[in-house]
């Protein structure tokens, strides 16, 4: 059974009209506040923490970990911190130390893994944006599109708004109380290529009108689901961003006397209203993201920019981001443990809220990707500082790529060449990257070469791997282009014109993007409908200085040979004679394979690529024939 929430005794407060909460914002109006917290009678560590502070999110409430307070609750939060504050440890006022982990978690020592939810009919209709993004008609401010844009922007475009979060780290390596991280840990990478994984628009109901922290941590698990992130290791660097619609209270977060703008947390803290949610797929990082646009300039509008709608939605999103990748399952990753600190209790984007642009370490509009948000600083113990910007830390991480030796080959003969490495440290991904290749290759992501080469000549290339920390390595080989040997051979080989163009075709025998090899066609004999014998020929002069013809072919066949095959003859028409240079096949699923034949400078030849189907229902044979080349 859940544990009932807590209720709050009730507040008066000082902080009313508009000039009033700019006062505040500036932390210029006094408020008054009790003459002793609850449970801290002396008013020193640790009664300074969030915990004992009246004004904070998180009295009475310790789940609102990282809470982003409104502008009038933070004022009066920070009057009442220096008005009971102790002298503080020789680390430092605002100094995060490990908290030895939750469940073997302290940060998202992986590529974080972000999901959005939308929860309730109350957003409306969907539709989506120019840039993919889904949009709800019930979003009148463009949130919805703003956070998927926004997430999947981080780690792209070079930002270093995230770095700072690349000096964190877990691991059993890492001693709770620790303030530095030792080169064995597990240190969070730089989140290369975005962070966004998937959105849900649950609209099976709607939003609660005041969604308990235990409703929303079900919601979290329910999203787990969803996306089939069913076990505990799929759930490790997963994040669930749970959004509530305009006109929600989640979790109370407009009282007048608490409130706050957002927090983060995860299913099984059993302070959650109503109590934790049990979860079958391991832990659950979650955050509630309230529609805090509604709260207006008390949680970030304008706050950078004019009008600035977005501002204090962003700059939360990010907030609580920042804070999860640090402290996953609160509060096992890194906070403030500062006996008779101000910030004790704090996480690392808690300890930088509200810092006006402009300032050190003041918020500011963050380039990610293709988009610009308003985002806050975090604090960060290597540079004792909050970070708006940091630089990418790979912690002298080793990246090896395996050289694959000097290459040669023929124009418009398809290549494939896989390129391996190896990290020296565990769990990392490795990217590629190439220059130098001949005109009409490229590199994947995961190393591999391929397409058809264009021109002719020796290029020196040289491969690069860069893993999720920054660290690279690459290495260097040649590359020979051979031309095709000219004055005769055979046309359109590549099928490339969009058709059979100089073949003579006969049956079902057409050419197909889904037939390519490679390039953007291929030859498609035969129908995924019962059909008869299919084929294409041509008539060409083998080129002096020739000696052999190829080709790629990729053979669906799942009746036997007795009755479905491909075949391909080579006939010499100079001397009479015929070579069978595929024999009778039939494979299924076995994809592309490569077959060749002798050529004789100066004779004629007629090639004949075929597909054999006896009609019969329920086993239709095709093939695929492309990359017909004379060298």
Not at 76 to 100: C, D, F, P, V
Not at 337 to 344: C, F, L, Q, R
């Amino acid at each position: 059974m859940g544990i009932p929430p807590t209720t709050r005794p009730a507040r008066s407060r000082a902080l009313t009209g508009l000039a009033t909460l700019a006062l505040a914002a500036a932390g210029l109006v006094g408020i008054a506040a009790p003459a002793q917290a609850q449970n801290d009678p002396t008013g020193t560590a640790p009664g300074i923490s969030n915990e004992f502070n009246p004004y904070a999110p998180s009295y009475m409430h310790k789940y609102r970990h990282g809470a982003v307070p409104g502008l009038q609750q933070y004022a009066a939060m920070k009057r009442w911190r220096i008005e009971h504050q102790a002298a503080a440890a020789a680390t430092g006022q605002q100094t995060l130390s490990y908290g030895g982990g939750v469940d073997g978690i302290g940060v998202q020592s992986g590529h974080s893994k972000v999901y959005l939810v939308f929860l309730g009919t109350q957003w409306g209709t969907q539709g989506a944006d120019g840039n993919g993004n889904a949009t709800f008609s019930g979003d009148p401010s463009g949130a919805a599109p703003a956070a998927q844009q926004m997430f999947k922007g981080i780690g792209t475009g070079g930002e270093l708004w995230s770095a700072d979060l690349t000096q964190w780290c877990d691991g059993p390596n890492v001693a709770t109380g620790a303030t530095t991280c030792p080169s064995n840990a597990n240190f969070i990478p730089y989140q290369s290529g975005g962070v966004l994984s998937g959105i849900w628009y649950d609209n099976s109901a709607a939003s609660p009108a005041s969604a308990s922290g235990h409703q929303l941590g079900v919601e979290a698990v329910n999203a787990a689901a969803h996306f089939g992130n069913t076990t505990a290791a799929s759930n490790r660097d997963a994040y669930y961003v749970i959004l509530s619609p305009r006109g929600t209270n989640p979790d109370d977060y407009q009282n007048p006397s608490t409130g706050y703008c957002a927090w983060h947390d995860w299913n099984g803290d059993t302070t959650l209203t109503g109590g934790a949610a049990s979860s079958p797929y391991g832990d659950i990082a979650f955050s509630n993201q309230p529609y805090n646009i509604d709260q207006g300039a008390n949680c970030g509008v304008g706050f950078v920019n004019s009008p600035g709608t977005l501002d204090g939605y962003t700059m939360t999103l990010g907030h609580e981001w920042q804070e999860m990748m640090s402290d996953q399952n609160p509060a096992g990753g890194w906070t403030n443990h500062v006996a008779g600190s101000s910030y004790n209790g704090q996480e690392n984007s808690d300890e930088c809220a509200w810092l006006r642009p402009g300032t050190t370490g003041g918020a500011a509009n963050i380039r990610l990707g293709a988009g610009t948000f308003a985002e806050q600083a975090s604090w960060s113990n290597d540079t004792n500082s909050c970070a708006i910007s940091h630089s990418i830390l790979t912690h002298g991480n080793t990246v090896t790529v395996n050289s694959p030796g000097n290459q040669t080959g023929t124009v418009g003969t398809a290549a494939n060449l896989q390129i391996s490495g190896s990290d020296s440290a565990s769990g990392q991904t490795l990217t590629y990257s190439a220059t130098g290749l001949p005109a009409g290759l490229s590199i994947s992501s995961s190393g591999l070469i391929s397409g058809k080469p264009t021109t002719s000549g020796t290029s020196s290339v040289t491969v690069t791997a860069t893993d999720t920390t920054g660290a690279s390595g690459s290495t260097s080989f040649s590359w020979t282009e051979n031309g095709i040997v000219t004055g005769g051979g055979v046309t359109n080989g590549g099928f490339e014109t969009g058709n059979l163009s100089s073949w003579t075709a006969a049956g079902s025998a057409t050419a197909s993007a889904s037939a390519a090899h490679t390039g953007g066609y291929g030859a498609m004999l035969g129908s995924t409908n019962p059909t008869t014998n299919s084929s294409a020929s041509q008539t060409f002069t083998a080129p002096s200085g020739s000696s052999k013809i190829a080709f790629s072919y990729n053979v669906t066949c799942p009746d036997t040979v007795t009755y479905d095959w491909a075949t391909a003859t080579l006939k010499d028409n100079t001397t009479g004679t015929t070579t069978t240079i595929l024999g009778k096949t039939c494979t299924n699923g076995l994809g592309w394979k490569s077959a060749s034949g002798n050529l004789a400078a100066g004779h004629s030849y007629t090639l004949t690529l075929t597909n054999v189907d006896d009609n019969y229902a329920g086993d239709s044979t095709y093939t695929y024939y492309d990359d017909v080349t004379v060298s």
